[in-house]
């Protein structure tokens, strides 16, 4: 894909020559613009891949703020172009993390470099702190496990005695629709509780798993028949993309039908009449690491960038009390890495969520039917 590059420099014939030689280079000019505002005002309308950055520019701010605030609001990687500059700016320029610096004046020869390193080190930096986020919501979620399943059975005893005790009340010859609705309040919630526990409980590292053969698609079509009853009274449509090969993982057939269920369920949740949740199954070749990965989008109400950061963590709910406990991604989350896959989540504000799986295809497998799944 052609990287998109936007220009800062304040000197217009400069900004020219590099206008023309980035075009020569092969790369898309996104803006070329002489200010820091304009350049912010730029990044942020069409989001280019790198910045060329001037360092003393006209104008309130500097090539050294702006670049800082291109960093920290956009992501957006900078390599500084200085004529030569004092100890003191360039110290500033260093704390703002650039990813080159080029010497004024520079020929094609410099430029072409610099900027495929920028852009490099750059997708490095992302892929890293990509993966430590990984890490740190499995290390999260370990430490929850631990001590969900430490308490869980601590609980469960309990709330164990409390039903069969009002099962025996509720067995009393007492006609009073007062005693009558209380003894169902009771259950009702002693079994929610005991839900919250048994969902818990899941994320108990030591609990045995039954990995077999499994087809993503059967999965997906069971957890769908169950749900599309409730898309139907909710006036939302449902369409299923499902590949036409086998796409087998090996896989608890139960902890991955509630992926999928939980998954639909939210994208349900998050939809008006009109709505459309959409659910695809796919197999990816050699190239995206032979894998099958399944797609659950909705057009619903979509989520902004500070809800979106927390949807993995346990207990995190937008939802009512009563209407989600904020267990059901934290624990498709551990399913899916249980299994050797990954788990992606897109969302726009007010346009609609996706959220993509992906397990290790399993070659040689029989299919799930001749394996008597
Ligand atoms: N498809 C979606 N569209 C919009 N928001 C979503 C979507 N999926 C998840 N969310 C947000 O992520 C939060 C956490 O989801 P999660 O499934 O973990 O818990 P929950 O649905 O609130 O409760 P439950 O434990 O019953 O699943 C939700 O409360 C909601 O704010
Ligand atoms: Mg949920």
New binding site residues.
């Given amino acids: 894909m052609t990287k998109r590059i936007l220009v800062v420099e304040d000197e217009g014939i400069t900004r020219k020559d590099i206008v023309e030689r980035l075009a020569n280079l092969g790369y898309e000019v996104a803006a070329a613009v002489g200010s820091a505002e304009e350049a912010l005002q730029k990044a942020e309308k069409t989001k280019p891949d790198l910045a060329l950055m001037d360092i003393i520019l006209k104008g309130e701010m500097d090539g050294i703020s702006c670049a800082g605030e291109m960093r920290s609001r956009f992501d957006l990687p900078v390599v500084y172009l200085t004529a030569l500059a004092d100890e003191q700016t360039l110290e500033r320029a260093k704390l703002t993390g650039p990813f080159g610096y080029l010497l004024k004046p520079f020929d094609d020869r410099d430029l072409q470099p610099a900027i495929e390193i920028a852009l490099y080190k750059h997708g490095m930096e992302r892929r890293l702190r990509e993966t430590q986020q990984q890490l740190f919501q499995s290390e999260k979620m370990a430490s929850v496990g631990n001590l969900a399943s430490g308490i869980a059975h601590e609980i469960r005893n309990p709330l164990g005695i409390i039903l069969a005790g009002v099962e025996c009340i509720g067995q009393m010859n007492v006609d009073e629709p007062f005693f009558r609705a209380a003894i169902g309040k009771i259950k009702e919630s002693v079994l929610r509780a005991n839900k919250i526990i048994v969902?818990l409980l899941k994320f108990s590292r030591s609990s045995s798993n039954e990995f077999l053969p499994v087809d993503l698609r059967q999965v997906a079509a069971e957890a769908l028949a169950l749900l599309e009853p409730r898309a139907k009274t909710a006036g939302v449509r449902v369409e299923k993309q499902f590949a036409f090969e086998d796409c087998i993982v090996s896989a608890d057939m139960s902890l991955m039908r509630q992926v999928f269920f939980?998954?639909i369920?939210?994208?349900l949740?998050?939809c008006k009449a009109g709505c459309v949740v959409t659910v695809v199954i796919r197999r990816n070749g050699q190239a995206d690491g032979n894998t099958v990965s399944a797609e659950?989008a909705?057009t619903?109400?979509?989520?902004g960038p500070d809800?979106l950061k927390?949807?993995?963590d346990p207990f995190?709910?937008?939802?009512e009390p009563g209407?989600?406990?904020?267990?059901?991604?934290?624990?498709?989350h551990m399913i899916v890495e249980r299994h050797g896959g990954s788990i992606e989540?897109r969302?726009e504000q007010g346009k609609?969520?996706s959220?993509t799986i992906a397990l290790p295809f399993l070659t040689g497998a029989a299919t799930p039917e001749k394996a008597g799944v």
């Fill in positions: 969902d939980n998954l369920a939210n994208a949740d998050a659950i909705d619903g109400e979509g989520m809800i927390k949807i993995f995190f709910t937008t939802k209407k989600g406990t904020g267990l059901g991604l934290s624990i498709t989540a969302s609609g969520s959220f």
